[in-house]
């Protein structure tokens, strides 16, 4: 009785804790659509705008506010990386995460890459680079593609975390 109590609690606890990952595609990240929290549409504007220095402590903007979305421009340091023989090399990225409360009480959060530097450098690959022309990954970028999807779903969680409390 004991071991199956076990496998339930485990079992339910994944359960409870998963949320949406995106995956990367050739056009990038897609949209994701979020069940809203019950509070007031100002509260969870004011809320976004909080999270934005919270998160991004190396500088964020924020901009095209209105009364049920606004626009957050950041950085994440590290955000993927890659090898090349043996050696790994690191990569920032520039993003622009677009928060929209819908009036059907969810709100949809669109993340897109900017920008990819290395060591403060912009770099002219973008996120259509990964990908060869029938949308497979090319070997260059099989790390790059997890550690990206990694970093970027963690900025999600961190947000919808956030504003839920």
């Known amino acids: 009785m004991k071991y199956h109590l076990k496998i339930f609690l485990l079992l339910f606890v994944g359960i409870c804790s998963a949320q949406n990952n995106l995956e990367l595609t050739p056009q990038g990240f897609a949209s994701l ?3 809203t929290p019950n509070k007031p549409l100002n509260q969870l504007i004011e809320a976004s705008k909080f999270w934005a220095p919270y998160f991004n402590k190396k500088g964020y903007d924020l901009s095209e506010l209105t009364e049920n979305s606004l626009t957050i421009d950041a950085k994440i340091l590290n955000a993927y990386h890659t090898y090349n023989v043996g050696v790994k090399y ?3 990225i520039a993003y ?3 928060i929209v409360f819908e009036s059907n009480k969810t709100y949809r959060l669109k993340i ?3 920008e990819i530097y290395t060591e403060s ?3 002219k690959t973008t996120i259509g680079d990964f990908f060869s022309t029938d949308g497979k990954v090319k ?3 099989k790390d790059a593609k997890p550690s990206l999807e990694n970093s970027i779903n963690k900025v999600l969680k961190s947000y919808s975390s956030f ?3």
């Open 163 to 165: 504003i839920a409390q």
């Open 139 to 141: 070997n260059d970028f």
């Open 90 to 92: 690191n990569y920032d």
């Open 112 to 114: 897109s890459i900017k």
């Open 121 to 123: 450098i912009a770099v």
């Open 33 to 35: 659509e979020i069940q």
């Open 96 to 98: 622009t995460l677009k």
